[in-house]
């Protein structure tokens, strides 16, 4: 994993001051890291688009290391600003960088308008150079922020995207995927893990995903664990979390309700005794009385997953002060009926989706349950630390697909995995299957995601 920050200007300051580096040391690692960014692919000619602050500068010094390697052109279109932006235009000049006007054709395209000190939306020039230079055939790179990311709704489209120092929040809100790109992070002249500073937010990686592995070969399947999947008004729902669990290791699913069942599921009536966790919620209407629902989440032993309809029941707040492991699995407007019952007030789809990492941790802090809040980005929040998984696919974006991950997690809350622990490995899974399904996006079945995640391997 790797941290993630809301802004890097205190860890420029640091590595100036605790590594002696200067600000046009950084400069120069930025500018640099971009070079490389647009020589990745063959190319005769790039324009570079540099704004008035140090967004631009990068830009600027990356045309003068570019100069003689291709054709450079640079637009200015609102001239220079900042003290490092003029220094290095001025360098740029005495090299004879082409200065251009207009948009001009070329292979590729740097953004470097604005990057971090972009604080208000553009304005309608600006706009409409985005716009002119999206619609570029050309290979599109953007310095540390694609333009208008955070601000608006016109944003530039990056092919990759060079991140200065350290990974950045706003690369990572929910409609940012489809605009940064490939993500790259530039080290600016130290290593990146010196640069960096303990966060409380993370991007997860490959190599978090801790699959469940029977290395011992004397084992039965009570050593795996039992899962109980309740069922509900849509039995579906609750069938797809049932086999989700069987595959992913859990030693035995039983299904508690009237369903026609694979023949691996067993069906019950009541709570089995020996089960280790209990999966609830999805599909689950009004089928059970809220006192059944209580013996079975709240007054049992087991770990509890505690999905869909479950977040908007009074026994959520229970599970929420519960000491036991608890794994709340909302997406956002059932995490919007989650926070009401738990009392932590009244928010919409809206806000919450803007400020998804911010809510998550304030939901972990009240409480000992872990939160896997589902979207593009879906999160694991524990404790006030918040894990982001950068993985997954539109193809996801099926009925079905919750369901598999909630019984996922069952399965490893079953084997033992420790509530954070299964949440990120499950997450991480549940993601990877699904960048990793080679048929058509619009094609992937939960039945198919469930085949994907058994073929998964730790990194
Ligand atoms: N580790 C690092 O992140 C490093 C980053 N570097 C680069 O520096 C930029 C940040 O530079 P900064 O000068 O603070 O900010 P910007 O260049 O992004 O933008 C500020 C200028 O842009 C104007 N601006 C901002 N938004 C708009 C807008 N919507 N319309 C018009 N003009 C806008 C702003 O104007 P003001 O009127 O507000 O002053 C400024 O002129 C960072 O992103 C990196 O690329 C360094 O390389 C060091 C390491
Ligand atoms: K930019």
Do not use: W
Not at 77 to 102: C, D, E, F, M, N
Not at 115 to 127: D, F, H, N, Y
Not at 304 to 319: E, G, K, S
Request: charged content about 20%; some cysteine.
């Amino acid at each position: 994993m790797h941290p993630l920050y809301k802004q890097v200007e205190t860890l420029d300051k640091r590595c100036c001051e605790v590594f002696g580096l200067s600000e046009e040391i950084l400069m120069e690692h930025a500018a640099l890291a971009l070079c490389k960014a647009v020589l990745e692919k063959p190319l005769i000619s790039v324009l570079i688009v540099c704004g008035p602050g140090n967004n631009g500068a990068d830009g600027l010094a990356c045309a003068r290391l570019l100069c003689g390697v291709c054709e450079v052109k640079v637009l200015l279109p609102l001239g220079v600003k900042s003290p490092l932006a003029t220094l290095q235009y001025a360098r740029a000049i005495a090299l004879h960088v082409k200065i251009v006007k207009a948009v001009e054709k070329a292979d590729a395209v740097v953004d470097a308008l604005f990057g971090s000190g972009q604080t208000r939306p553009l304005e309608a020039p600006m706009v409409a150079l985005i716009e002119t230079l999206n619609a570029q055939d050309a290979r599109k790179i953007a310095c540390d922020i694609p333009t208008g990311l955070g601000t608006g709704t016109t944003v530039f489209q990056a092919d990759v995207t060079v991140v200065m120092g350290a990974l950045k929040e706003v690369l990572f809100l929910e409609n940012a995927k489809s605009v940064v790109g490939k993500i790259e992070v530039a080290e600016l002249g130290v290593p990146r893990c010196m640069y960096e500073v303990p966060s409380q937010t993370q991007v997860l990686s490959v190599q978090d995903m801790r699959l469940p592995h029977r290395a011992n070969p004397v084992s039965h399947k009570g050593d795996f664990g039992h899962v109980l999947v309740v069922g509900g008004e849509k039995e579906g729902a609750g069938i797809l979390a049932a086999m989700a669990a069987f595959s992913f290791g859990a030693g035995l699913v039983s299904y508690l309700g009237e369903a026609f069942l694979p023949p691996h599921l067993m069906k019950t009536a009541s709570l089995p005794p020996k089960t280790t966790a209990v999966v609830a919620g999805m599909g689950l209407g009004n089928t059970h009385k809220e006192t059944t629902l209580k013996a079975l989440l709240v007054e049992s032993a087991c770990a509890v997953v505690a999905d869909a309809d479950v977040c908007d029941m009074p026994l959520a707040q229970m599970l929420y002060a519960h000491e036991k492991p608890v794994v709340f699995t909302p997406h956002p407007k059932e995490f919007c009926a989650l926070m009401k019952r738990v009392g932590l007030g009244e928010v919409d789809v809206e806000t919450v989706q803007a400020n998804r990492l911010a809510l998550a941790r304030q939901f972990s802090l009240g409480s000992k349950s872990v939160l896997v809040f589902k979207g593009v980005h879906t999160l694991v929040a524990h404790k006030g630390e918040v894990y982001l998984c950068p993985f997954g696919s539109p193809a996801l974006s099926k009925g079905g697909s919750g369901d598999v991950l909630a019984g996922m997690i069952g399965a490893l809350l079953a084997q033992g995995y420790a509530p954070k622990e299964a949440a990120i490995t499950a997450v991480l899974a549940h993601a990877l299957a699904a960048e990793a399904y080679e048929g058509n996006t619009y094609a992937l079945t939960p039945e198919r995601l469930i085949e994907g995640v058994a073929c998964l391997k730790n990194a």
